[in-house]
């Protein structure tokens, strides 16, 4: 089992849409998660970061990390075609972060 | 933009040749992360240097080496190249504490290995 499991996609969805996008985590040792956005061909770009439990909002995007399920999501309000890109979440470990596979998006007006 | 600069852009080389990469980090940060990113996968974690020690490492093999240097720039170094080692290198500057690090990327240089 990976430490840190994505969806790969991709996920089509029209402008205005709200999107969830998903991550499961295997070790609950710690509790630091992150949401990067990655367009082609370019370095993923910090989007949040989050500790433990609970709902961090910024703009149009919400993260939430729920412990008990070890489920992290991010949501994105009133989607824009800009938006279409991947979506890599990570945890947090000691020394380095574990990403997830990322998630294709593609947002169509 | 992140002020992390990587160099060069893209790069070609052989089989069994050797390659440096470069990385200059973001100012006021004091620890520099590589990954490599193979196509349609998430980055992978190589090393991390912190105030020029390696300060953890994934699972590479030893031909996988890195420098940081008192300015904080940082190169990474492959040598006897193989063809599997055709990925997007990306390297990540941050504050590193104990409790946290946040980490804020380049664009990566982007290596195919013929």
């Known amino acids: 089992q990976k430490e840190v499991e994505q969806d790969p996609g991709p996920l089509s969805v029209p402008e205005g849409a709200i999107v969830s996008l998903n991550c499961t985590y295997s070790?609950?040792?710690?509790?630091?998660f992150m949401w990067y956005r990655q367009y082609s061909r370019k370095g993923p770009e910090l989007l949040m970061y989050?500790?433990?439990?609970g709902n961090k909002e910024d703009g149009r995007f919400t993260a939430q990390v729920d412990k008990s399920s070890k489920y992290i999501s991010l949501f994105i309000r009133d989607s824009q075609p800009s938006d279409s890109a991947t979506y890599l979440c990570a945890r947090y470990n000691t020394d380095k972060l574990i990403f997830g596979t990322g998630t294709r998006l593609q947002v169509f007006p | 933009e992140t002020g992390v600069t990587q160099s060069p852009t893209h790069l070609i080389k052989t089989r069994g040749q050797q390659v440096t990469l470069r990385c200059s980090s973001q100012?006021?940060?004091?620890?520099v992360s590589w990954y490599q990113q193979a196509l349609g996968q998430g980055p992978q974690f190589i090393f991390q240097y912190y105030r020029e020690e390696e300060n953890g490492r994934g699972n590479f093999p030893p031909r996988f080496s890195g420098l940081q240097f008192p300015n904080y720039s940082s190169e990474l170094n492959v040598n006897a190249l193989e063809l599997d080692d055709s990925a997007l290198y990306l390297c990540?500057?941050?504050?590193?504490?104990?409790?946290?690090?946040?980490?804020?990327f380049g664009p990566g240089t982007r290596l195919t290995v013929l």
């Open positions: 990540a500057s941050s504050f590193w504490t104990s409790v946290s690090d946040t980490q804020y």
């Open positions: 989050t500790y433990s439990s």
């Open positions: 070790n609950s040792a710690f509790q630091y």
């Open positions: 100012s006021g940060h004091n620890t």
